[in-house]
Nanobody
Framework: QVQLVESGGGLVQAGGSLRLSCAAS????????MDWYRQAPGKERELVAS???????NYADSVKGRFTISRDNAKNTMYLQMNSLKPEDTAVYYC?????????WGQGTQVTVSS
């Protein structure tokens, strides 16, 4: 059974940095796409960034130039380097791995950016 384990969230001041990780356990399958989503209080979950197995990346406009998504296919692990954090980046961040038709979600990790 595949489980996604996230780590790296926390409290940081505006302008600071955090690095999130999401690792898959219980499987050696290749995941086509890995994504980061986030959900702020009272808002819908939104896509932050995605990366394909081959390394093609896509970012939400709100994080372009500040966040960097990467993955280690050998370790089935994905990362999100977040720089120049803003209070509006405060949210629960979720990772999602796709191996069609299966979709796997992490449990979420809280990121809080203070002004």
């Amino acid at each position: 059974q595949v489980q996604l384990v996230e780590s790296g969230g926390g409290l940081v001041q505006a302008g600071g940095s955090l690095r999130l990780s999401c690792a898959a356990s219980g499987s050696s399958i290749n995941f086509n796409v890995m994504d980061w989503y986030r959900q702020a209080p009272g808002k819908e979950r939104e896509l932050v960034a995605s990366i394909t197995f081959g390394g093609y990346v896509n970012y939400a406009d709100s994080v372009k130039g500040r966040f960097t998504i990467s993955r280690d296919n050998a370790k089935n692990t994905m990362y999100l380097q977040m720089n120049s954090l803003k209070p509006e980046d405060t949210a629960v961040y979720y990772c999602r791995f796709l191996s069609p038709p299966r979709v796997y979600w992490g449990q979420g990790t809280q990121v809080t950016v203070s002004s």
